[in-house]
């Protein structure tokens, strides 16, 4: 897909109303909210995250992230929260893509792919056709306690590079992303959004600073 000029930014482990309004108010596009994962700094419960969904006013949207991993389990994970969008950390076991796309019309799927060598290419490529866009992050499936995301470490972004030049549909990066290094990840890769967690908390709450700064860095 060609290069976006402006991107757009996902700001993820939202916790609350609250930290929802503030990443809205410094200028965030959508917002993600972290189902119970194998270990992650953001997670919080299903209620909070139906709470959080209905509080945000469109045209934002609010990702559900689950670890789910087939389409009987997403799809009943979605129905307790009613998000927007259902971010898939993980890969699917069924390939029940179609499945959870007629079951839930109108709720967009981004497939998160862990950038690790050239077989991650293979997999994003193999995987748009069935998704609404792709999320490149920086975590390990095959640990023995999985890494889902939320790892604060960036990885090779020559590879996600080269996923963004040969998937047509849109390609978020993540994954270590700050103040400090996102003009330099912008430049190499060129994605269509941004999601970040880490990079805009001090001691786990959302730091106004820190977006503030994030933002301008993003703007240039
Ligand atoms: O943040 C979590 O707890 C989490 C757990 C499991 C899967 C995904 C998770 N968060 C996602 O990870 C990215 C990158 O985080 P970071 O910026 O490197 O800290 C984040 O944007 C969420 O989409």
Redesign the pocket.
């Given at each position: 897909m060609r290069p976006t000029l402006h991107p757009r930014v996902?700001i993820?482990?939202i916790s609350s109303v609250e930290e929802a309004k503030l990443a809205i108010d410094c200028g965030a596009s959508a917002l993600?909210l972290?189902g119970n994962?194998p270990?992650?700094?953001?997670?919080i419960e299903d209620s909070l995250i139906k709470e959080i969904a209905r509080a945000v006013p469109p045209p934002i949207a609010t990702f559900l992230?689950t670890?789910e991993t087939n389409a009987d389990g997403i799809i009943d994970h979605y129905r307790r929260v009613h998000t927007s969008t259902i971010?898939l950390?993980d890969a699917l076991t069924d390939n029940g893509y179609e499945k959870i796309r007629t079951a839930l019309p109108g709720v967009k799927l981004v497939q998160?792919i862990h950038v690790i060598d050239d077989d991650s290419i293979k997999e994003a490529i193999r995987i748009a056709p069935f998704v609404h866009a792709i999320?490149l992050?920086?975590?390990n499936p095959n640990l023995e306690i999985k890494e889902?995301?939320?790892?604060?470490?960036t990885h090779d972004w020559e590879l996600s590079k080269k996923i963004r030049e040969q998937v047509d549909i849109p390609v978020f990066l993540?994954?270590?992303?700050q103040a400090n290094n996102v003009r330099a990840a912008i430049d190499v890769v060129h994605p269509f959004g941004l999601?970040?967690?880490?990079?805009v908390r001090t001691n786990g709450k959302l730091d106004r600073k820190k977006l503030v700064d994030f933002f301008e860095a993003v703007d240039g």
């Open positions: 996902k993820c482990c993600g972290v994962m270990s992650g700094p953001g997670i992230l670890s971010q950390v998160v999320l992050d920086s975590g889902l995301g939320g790892t604060g470490r993540a994954g270590g992303l999601d970040l967690c880490s990079g």
